[in-house]
T-cell receptor, first 112, second 112 residues
Framework: KQEVTQIPAALSVPEGENLVLNCSFTDSAIYNLQWFRQDPGKGLTSLLLIQSSQREQTSGRLNASLDKSSGRSTLYIAASQPGDSATYLCAVNKVRDEKLTFGTGTRLTIIP | ETGVTQTPRHLVMGMTNKKSLKCEQHLGHNAMYWYKQSAKKPLELMFVYSLEERVENNSVPSRFSPECPNSSHLFLHLHTLQPEDSALYLC???????????FGPGTRLTVT
């Protein structure tokens, strides 16, 4: 059974700093991995999707990397801003399973 | 604002009530999903519909009954719920299964 872990559960950093969020998964037979952002009481916003054949994806200040063999992904946020404060979730889509398995998320707070 | 809308946004119901949650996607997608998000637990997939056919039922109690009348609309009919069913219910859609999923804002359900 696929398990997805995100550590730490919460992170606070001063505005302007670069930061890395971590995601690990137990079964490396994945089809893709997706990073989401969730604001309190709201739905999920898709940030980046990495196919299993890719190593990284970039969108603006965000860069997501994937190391499938070691079961790890990172989300790098450059020059953090208070508006980046949210919970960040990663989810993996397993080959032939076609279900997203989510981690419990990292709650990020950017301190002005 | 996403291309996936959900109504109502908040719902309080007694254990003997019957209510329905509605999801609509304006993205031309062919797959739709219901997820449950409880406090401090990962998102749990409940149901998947692909081309209006249910393809996944993730061991969900029968007091939750999905309906997909067409590829743009998805309902979740609720009856005789339990207090532990209180959660944020999220709808998502994707072009087909295994593609990037787009989420609605969710319905916050409280069962009293």
């Amino acid at each position: 059974k696929q398990e997805v872990t995100q550590i730490p559960a919460a992170l606070s950093v001063p505005e302007g700093e670069n930061l890395v969020l971590n995601c690990s998964f137990t079964d490396s037979a994945i089809y893709n991995l997706q990073w989401f952002r969730q604001d309190p009481g709201k739905g999920l916003t898709s940030l980046l999707l990495i196919q299993s054949s890719q190593r990284e994806q970039t969108s603006g200040r965000l860069n997501a990397s994937l190391d499938k063999s070691s079961g790890r992904s990172t989300l790098y946020i450059a020059a953090s801003q208070p508006g980046d404060s949210a919970t960040y979730l990663c989810a993996v889509n397993k080959v032939r399973d076609e279900k997203l398995t989510f981690g419990t998320g990292t709650r990020l707070t950017i301190i002005p | 604002e996403t291309g996936v809308t959900q109504t109502p946004r908040h719902l309080v119901m007694g254990m003997t009530n019957k209510k329905s949650l509605k999801c609509e996607q304006h993205l031309g997608h062919n797959a739709m999903y219901w997820y449950k998000q409880s406090a401090k637990k990962p998102l749990e997939l409940m149901f998947v519909y692909s081309l209006e056919e249910r393809v996944e039922n993730n061991s969900v109690p029968s007091r939750f009954s999905p309906e997909c009348p067409n590829s743009s609309h998805l309902f979740l009919h609720l009856h005789t719920l339990q207090p532990e069913d209180s959660a944020l219910y999220l709808c998502a859609s994707s072009r087909t299964r295994n593609y990037e999923q787009y989420f609605g804002p969710g319905t916050r359900l409280t069962v009293t």
